[in-house]
Every structure is written in C-alpha cells, then in structure tokens.
C-alpha cells in the first residue's frame, strides 16, 4: 500500500496533518464560542472542511513531487463533500470552504472543471491519479474517521456525517462545479458572514497546524498581572470605573494619568473567558509605528510571553528581528489567529474589510472582540472615516470599542458617538489638576532666530540644572536639521531626530539619547518625538502647531513632574515655517491654537482645561473636518459592501497605495545592499531603509531608481539623494547642487 503525505520536509501523513488541524479548530470552538451564536453549526460544518480539506493530496502526482505537479489538490478534495450526510445548503458551503482555501473563487474559476468532462481532461486525468491511492483511504484514511469525530465533538455519539459507499471512486466524477458556482452566486447575500466564517476558520485553523501549533493561545487573567504592579486599592479612580464597566466606552484622561492600564482593566471586564484565562482576542490600535513597538515592550513587560503580546505593522519583521525575538516564528503567529494581545496599525484592521489578504481570517478573529483605540485624534479625515465605518462594521460581530484620549475634539466625539452607542468616563477637573506639570510661555517669531533665544530663555542653563536636554520641536526635517546645523555651530552637544533617518541609524539615535542622555545639551526632533520615546527633556521650544500635536510635545517635559507637583516653563513660538501649510493642511487651527495660548501666556496650563482648548482650537474648521470624515465614511462603506467573501477583494491595490507608505534605500548603501540580499540577509538590509514621503518622491522623482535586476533586489527603491547618519537624507542630489 502507498502511502499519503500531507506535508514535506519533514514528511508528515495525511492523517496526522488532519488531527493538527482537528487540533486548532477544536482550540478555537472552546475559545470563541460567539461564533456559534453568530452562525448556528459553524464550528460542525467546518470541522468536516478540516477533515476533508486535504484529500485531494493523494494523488500520485503530487506524493512524488508537490512543487512540479502543477495542478490544484482542492479541487480534488471538493468532491468528497458529496459523501456527507447533509442538505445541499450545508455541502455547498463545506465545498465552497475546501475549494477557497489556498487560492480564491475567481483565482480558481478559469479552471474549474466543467459539466462537459471532454472540455476539462484534465480534472478526470488528475483524478486517475488520486484513485491510485485509493487503497490508502480505505485503509489508513477513512477507519480513523469515527474517532477523530468522537474526539472534536467530546460525545459517545457524535454526528458521523461521512459515509463512504461502495462505489465512491465512480462518483467523485459527479460533483458539478459549475452548480457550486452558481449556488454561491444566488446565495451570497444571504450566506455571507457563513461563508466567511468558513473560510476563516478553516485558513486559521490550517495555517496554524501548517507552523507546528496545535492550539491557539489565551491571555492570563489582566487584573491579576495588573495587580502585581499597581496593587488594586492603588487604581486611580478612572482605572478603578474602566474596570468594572460593561460595553463601548469613551475614556477621556491627562496624559501619564495610566489610560493603558485602564484599557486593560476594561479589556478584562469585558472579555470572555476560557476558564480563568481570557479567550477574546484583544487590539490595542495606535496610529505611529514608533508608539506601537514602545507599547508591546510595555505589554511584554506585563505578560512576559512574547506569543501572547503580537506586535502588527509594515516593519513588524525588523522590530522583532532588531529586538532579539524569534522574528520568523513570531511574525508569523502573529498574523494569525494566535495572539489573544496584538498592538497595531488601523491600517491592519482595515485589510480585513478591503478583502485584502485572508480576509475572512481576519474577520473570524474581529467577531467578539475588543478594540482599544488610543490617540485616535491623531489621524486624517480619510483615516477617520474608514475607521469609523470599519466601527460600524464590527459592531454586528458583537465586538466591543474603547475609545481614548487626552485630546479628543467635539467634533471627533460627536462622530463617534454617531457610528456606536458609548459610555464615558472623564477624569475630574480636581484630579486631573493634580497631573498640572508646565507653565506656558509663547514667543515672538520663529525658529530661524533659535540662537538667540537660546540666550534669552536661558535654555542652557536649564539644561545644567536638570541634567537633561531641552527639546528643539520643529514641523519639517528642513527647518531641523538647519536648525541642528546653527545650535552644533554653537558649540552645544546636539542630536538629531527626524523621520528620514535609516532604520538602523534611528534606533541608533534612539538608544544612545536613552542610555547616554546627560551627554547632550539639546535634542533637535520634528513630530517623531510625540509619539516614540518615552523620556522627559528639562524644557521645550517648539514652533507651533495644532494644540493636540502641542499637547504630546510639551508632554515629552518633566514628565513625573505631577509626583511632587513641580511646574515646568514651556516656550511656544509664534511663527513656523512655510513648509507647515502643507504639513498641517487645516492651518487655521495652528493659528487658533497660538491665539488660545496666548491667553495662557506665563500661566499653568491646568490640565483640566486641555479638553476644552482643543476642541475651540479645531472649532475653527469643525464642519468642514465633519464633512470630509463622513464622505470618507460613506466611500469606505461602500467599498466594504462590494468585497464578497471567497473572492479577490477588488480594492487590493487601491489599499496598498494608500496606505503603503515608500522606503527607499541612499544610494549609499545601494552596493551593501545588494550583497546582504544575495546572501540570503534580507532582514539585515532592512537597516539601511528609510521611510520617504510622497512628496518628496515626486520632487526629487529622477534620484529615484530601482536597485538592480539581480534577484530579489530589483524590488528595492535607491534615492540618489545626499545622506549621513549625522543629518539624514536630505533634498540635495548625490551629484551635488543647492540644498533647496
């Protein structure tokens, strides 16, 4: 007897792969029983998927070499749906599950075998071959049915849905593709979040069996982990109420007050649970790339096991890489229904509902949820209209949103209150005062005349006193690295932080001012330093901006301040530069914001009155933010009711262009490149990428080129651009010319 291996390398039989399976799906039945609830049956219908998935790698074809036989085993596997007792709803959508996969309806329609067997050879001829090792299933196969049924069910009787009758081999031949396709044309509508599930299912289930895992994993109890840090008769009011608060909830609190952790208490009040562990799947969402991996270090530190804390965004692979972790192995979890806790971008979510991706996976793992979304002020219009649809969206899934902030406008609030019903939370204007830590003082001109005002505001002398550098916030890579050049001309110990650094030259940067942050007199940063590093500087100059992006910036200053009540004098200058137009597009709200400050001139900035600031600094545009937030609302909801599930999401591109943003590589580094990705260092050349905007792009389009014919490297952007690990990469042509 010959026999049948579902994996290769190290080899595995068809039957054991199948239990792994078995294995995972039976993991996620005890984990997320709202599915059931969801979609009556689900978790029976898509065991028989799982155990018929794979049958069709029996043919002799693919047991001697899987990678050249060149044909597809689902649609070998589909015809054994035939054999199930069930009614042609439940088959159809068992088939439907096997035959999507690996590959979609529409990737798989051009071959779909026909109702004319002399138009589609080479199914029967495929299927010559699966019937060699028919033996196999007869003997090996098919006898360990019944008990893989009484194991996932946990009953002495279990469905025993599969009959195999005597002349199956004859009547493989009659499943009819062609009415599959129209019943899942007829049906969609009424089926769809079935058929989702699925597929979702079955791909989660798989994937993970396919990487070694036998079961997904839970989260520890949160109160408990909490407790060992911020014991409970410590919690801060808020903390205490997030607690033991049911249902979608705005939380409104000073930033430092503990919002996390008030997060995670909320998250365990609302999670189910698999016994004493937590069996919801958690999303913390944040905007910044560079505030995601300072908040999985942070949630690491609580769990201590990196397979329950995910970390999910375009570079995820370098940051788990860089950070000593299993980067490969993780990665790879990661994206799959395995984390119970993952840190992430929006932008990850939303695959989910631009069909991008496995979305039905995605989806399977949405339904019961709980979203954490924190700084969510921070994105653009379009941003927050597809946020708010994908709220609306979820919402059906019985997943339940957290929102919180510092800064959160009206107008942003009134929108989503709109999308979902919330409660809220909000801290006392009494205790809030008591996280009071700056004194506002707005200057008179710009950044241009930085010497001098260093002088005047006797900023170096403050520098001494703390042992700490000041901070030089300004809104372009332009105005600081000049602004750098003039403080370094100085005589002053100076770093530079912008966004257009290398990978590996700002975590450098980043390390140092952690680990040897008395050494320098001023940190000179753009935005990058509202959302990344987690240290206090003695003071602040900044140019201006809106009061939100003000507010996380003078954050950065005597951040422990509130522990013995110590004020801190902050300087915000009146004028910016003219690149802050395009940078900040609703500019009157900058305006608005100096003026309100002005107000404030050499008065505490009481933190109990942030809330009410912000929202009159953004008053000034609020109903035109209003309508470009529900326009993109409307579009993305509209996008969202085309994508059908089983299929190629139509928007796929659309999605990654825009939201991939470029990275490119200084021409440089273009030769060492090359040589890491020939030798297989991949992972290592990711050092020398730096993230570029697109605008910058389309100025400066002829330094741009790609790396090389050779390999994988054809795929990787050069910028022809002037760069240092001192300055970054700048406008100026390697050839030379004027820095414009």
């Known amino acids: 007897m010959k026999l049948c291996y579902a994996k290769f390398n190290p080899h595995q039989f068809l039957e054991c792969h199948t239990l792994d399976v078995i294995n995972v799906l039976k993991s996620i039945k005890k984990a997320m029983p709202r599915l059931e609830e969801l979609s009556p049956g689900i978790f029976e219908l898509s065991f028989y998927s799982v155990l018929l998935h794979d049958l069709g790698k029996c043919a002799s074809g693919f047991q001697r070499n899987p990678r050249k036989w060149g044909y597809r085993h689902e649609l070998l596997s589909v015809p054994f749906v035939q054999f199930l007792d069930y009614g042609e709803r439940e088959k159809n959508l068992i088939a439907l599950a096997i035959l999507t996969h690996h590959k979609t309806l529409d990737e798989l329609e051009p071959i779909l075998p026909l109702r004319d067997e002399s138009l589609s050879p080479e199914f029967y001829e495929r299927l010559g071959e699966l019937l060699e090792r028919a033996e196999y299933l007869e003997r090996m196969f098919i006898p360990r049915i019944p008990n893989m049924e009484a194991y996932y069910f946990s009953t002495k009787r279990p469905p025993k849905r599969f009959k195999l009758p005597p002349d199956w081999r004859e009547r493989l031949r009659n499943l009819d593709f062609q009415a599959l396709k129209e019943w899942y044309n007829e049906n969609l509508d009424g089926e769809r979040f079935t058929l989702t599930l699925m597929r979702g299912l079955l791909n989660a289930s798989d994937h993970l069996a396919s990487a070694g895992e036998t079961s997904i994993a839970l989260l520890p109890d949160i109160g408990e982990r909490l407790e060992l840090r911020i014991p409970r008769g410590k919690l801060r009011p808020l903390q205490a109420e997030a607690s033991e608060h049911c249902g979608n909830l705005i939380l409104k609190a000073p930033t430092g007050y503990g919002k996390t952790e008030a997060a995670l208490l909320w998250a365990n009040k609302n999670a189910f649970r698999g016994g004493k562990e937590i069996a919801s799947r958690i999303f913390y969402v944040l905007p910044y790339k560079a505030s995601i991996n300072a908040m999985h270090r942070r949630l690491l530190g609580i769990f201590s096991e990196p397979e329950l804390v995910g970390v999910l965004h375009s570079s995820a692979g370098f940051y788990l890489y860089s950070s000593s972790l299993e980067y490969r192995r993780l990665g790879s979890l990661y994206r799959k229904i395995y984390t119970p806790l993952k840190v992430t971008t929006p932008f990850q979510l939303m695959k989910a509902f631009f069909g991008v991706g496995f979305p039905e996976m995605l989806k399977t793992e949405l339904a019961g949820s709980l979203l954490i979304f924190d700084e969510i002020h921070a994105y653009e219009p379009n941003v927050l209209g597809i946020i708010l649809a994908m709220l609306e969206e979820v919402a059906p899934l019985t997943a339940k949103v957290m929102v919180m902030t510092a800064t959160l406008p009206d107008f942003l609030e009134n929108l989503i209150r709109e999308t979902l019903p919330f409660g809220e939370l909000k801290t006392p204007p009494d205790e809030a005062d008591r996280l009071t830590r700056h004194r506002i003082h707005v200057i008179e001109g710009g950044m241009d005349s930085v010497e001098e005002l260093v002088e005047e505001l006797g900023l170096h002398r403050k520098v001494r006193e703390n042992s700490r550098p000041a901070l030089i916030a300004c809104n372009s890579v332009d105005r600081a690295v000049a602004t750098y050049n003039l403080l370094k001309e100085m005589g002053f110990n100076v770093l530079l932080l912008h966004s257009r650094f290398t990978h590996g030259d700002r975590e450098s940067k980043e390390r140092a001012l952690l680990e040897r942050m008395t050494d320098y007199d ?145 021409g440089i580094y273009a030769g060492e490149v090359l040589g890491l990705i020939e030798r297989g260092m991949g992972i290592e050349a990711h050092r ?32 022809e651009l002037e760069y240092s690990p001192e300055t970054g990469l700048l406008r100026e042509p390697l050839t030379g010319g004027d820095m414009l």
């Open 522 to 666: 001023f940190v000179v940063a753009t935005q990058v330093v509202e959302v990344s590093l987690d240290v206090s500087f003695s003071t602040i100059l900044t140019e201006p901006a809106p009061l939100d992006a003000l507010i996380q910036r003078l954050g950065r200053v005597n951040r422990q301040g509130w522990r013995n009540g110590r004020i801190e004098d902050v300087y915000v200058l009146t004028k910016g530069s003219k690149a802050d137009r395009k940078i900040y597009k609703g500019y009157q709200v900058v305006e608005e914001s100096v003026k309100l400050l002005k107000e404030l001139d050499g008065k505490e900035l009481k933190e109990s009155f942030i809330p009410e600031l912000v929202s009159r600094a953004y008053s000034v545009i609020s109903e035109k933010l209003t309508e470009e937030v529900q326009h993109y609302r409307e579009l993305a909801l509209d996008v969202f009711s085309n994508v059908k599930p089983l299929r190629k999401g139509e928007n796929e591109k659309t999605f990654y262009e825009m939201f991939n943003g470029l990275e490119a590589v200084p």
């Open 688 to 719: 020398y990428l730096v993230p570029v905007p697109m605008w910058l792009y389309w100025a400066e389009n002829e330094s741009f080129h790609k790396l090389s014919d050779r390999g994988a490297g054809k795929h990787i952007l050069v910028a």
